[in-house]
């Protein structure tokens, strides 16, 4: 392609981004740094909050940017993956970025990875390469936040998004996910994600495990960068829930009180991540000038609303969303059921997943609540690498599902509309929770007629 050819149209630069999915994931950060330096580096212009994890970033994210925008902070968000719109990714105070810049980035960086690809001996740069990039621009030239909330992409170290030298890094938990690319027991995916950890810059975690703590301990020794801990050094604890929202109590060794929030998100792994999203506060707050009131952050956390966590989208006939999209996901989601579920209330569940991801252990996780499932539907949907219902249906029979139990779905949009038809008269005690992965959570929510405003909360 020659430089004269610009792409004109939003379309033909998305078209453009999905098609580097064909160089795969490569892990390394030599094809970013060197177009960083054609550029300038300009990722030293902008303060950073960097956030790893298995499960948690997207809601701590969340909570953070939501916190800093209450108290007058300009944010820049990236994360991933989006839900309805490629766009999603990139934010600012919580607005998509426009398709005009995203176009003129696009224009500007396809320059430099043609470049890349044929001046040096890295290669091309990924889609997920090229969109961190375009992020990095973005914040840097076009809507220049005050601060940006910076969510990796995959594992840490060589992720990426670790092109930045943050104020605070944030690590939430480890758990068994990408082993092919991270390894397969946690000390090393915890070696991974520790990777984020820089020199002299602050950590805060929300990791309880032992063996985990050790290897975030000895890289801060090496990088002379203080670890904050959850249950030692700051501590979230529920003070009672109801579906649509909790109360917890909040302390610090930053603060000398402690404080009362309420989610309008439930699950007691909400409250870690608002924990963990405070005490990064805490440090900013301390260490680096930020100011934020007590009434700001209160409003900041009560505001914050995640799509597809336990997220409502139907009142009546009840149904719930969930993105419970691996092992430990899948088991934080059945904790919650069991304690929202009221008394005899039937629960039924949709589920479709990645062939990719483990679907024998995500069933087997299921386990301690399959008294209390009326009944499982499985569901295959359009995305690459979602796993036929067949190969659903084996791997729940792996997990220890009886066969009368199971419903293979053939249509899931037929199986909703049906379902909303013949239950809009019933009463309340059905429950219809539809969970799995997050690709599939985002075809069923736009299903649902909720508005695009409240889609990019």
Request: hydrophobic share 40%; with cysteine.
């Amino acid at each position: 392609m020659h430089a004269e050819e610009r792409f004109t149209e939003y379309k033909q630069a998305l078209d453009w981004l999905h098609g580097l999915l064909r160089f795969g994931q490569r892990p390394g950060l030599e094809r970013m740094q060197w177009v960083l330096k054609e550029l300038g580096n300009p990722e030293r212009r902008v303060p950073f909050i960097h956030v790893a994890g298995t499960n948690g970033k997207g809601s701590t994210c969340a909570f953070l940017t939501q916190m800093l925008m209450e108290a007058g902070y300009s944010v820049g968000t990236f994360t991933s993956p989006y839900l309805l719109d490629f766009r999603e990714r990139i934010r600012y105070n919580g607005s998509m970025i426009a398709e005009e810049d995203l176009l003129q980035l696009a224009n500007e960086v396809r320059v430099l990875v043609d470049r890349c690809e044929n001046e040096t001996d890295f290669g091309s740069p990924t889609e997920f390469e090229v969109i961190t990039l375009m992020a990095i621009l973005y914040f840097t030239r076009v809507a220049v936040p005050a601060v940006v909330v910076w969510e990796t992409g995959l594992g840490g170290r060589l992720d990426s998004t670790n092109v930045v030298i943050p104020l605070v890094s944030v690590i939430t938990n480890i758990g068994f996910d990408h082993m092919n690319v991270l390894g397969d027991n946690l000390v090393d995916i915890a070696r991974e994600k520790a990777g984020i950890i820089k020199p002299g810059v602050p950590v805060v975690t929300g990791e309880r495990r032992p063996e985990v703590l050790a290897v975030f301990q000895d890289k801060a020794n090496e990088t002379r960068s203080t670890l904050y801990q959850m249950g030692t050094d700051f501590s979230g604890e529920q003070v009672e829930e109801q579906l649509g929202e909790q109360q917890f109590r909040y302390r610090s060794m930053l603060r000398r009180h402690e404080g009362s929030y309420r989610l309008t998100m439930n699950g007691i792994h909400q409250t870690d991540n608002a924990s963990i999203a405070l005490m990064t506060i805490d440090v900013l707050r301390n260490y680096f000038s930020f100011l934020l009131e007590e009434e700001e952050m209160f409003r900041g956390l009560q505001q914050t609303r995640w799509p597809g966590r336990l997220e409502i989208v139907s009142p009546r006939p009840l149904v719930i969303l969930d993105g419970a999209h691996n092992q430990e996901g899948m088991e934080a989601l059945v904790n919650s059921l069991d304690r929202l579920l009221p008394k005899g209330a039937r629960l039924h569940l949709l589920f479709s997943g990645l062939a990719d991801k483990p679907l024998s252990k995500m069933a087997e996780s299921l386990k301690p609540i399959q008294s209390r499932i009326d009944s499982l539907h499985l569901a295959t949907f359009d995305f690459p690498r979602a796993a036929e219902a067949e190969t659903l249906q084996e791997a729940f029979h792996v997990g220890g599902w009886e066969e009368d139990k199971l419903e293979t779905v053939p249509d899931w949009r037929a199986f909703l509309l049906s379902w909303m038809r013949e239950k809009q008269s019933a009463k309340a005690d059905d429950w219809l929770v539809v969970c799995g992965s997050l690709y599939f959570i985002a075809q069923v929510r736009a299903f649902f007629p909720t508005t695009v405003e409240e889609a990019g909360e």
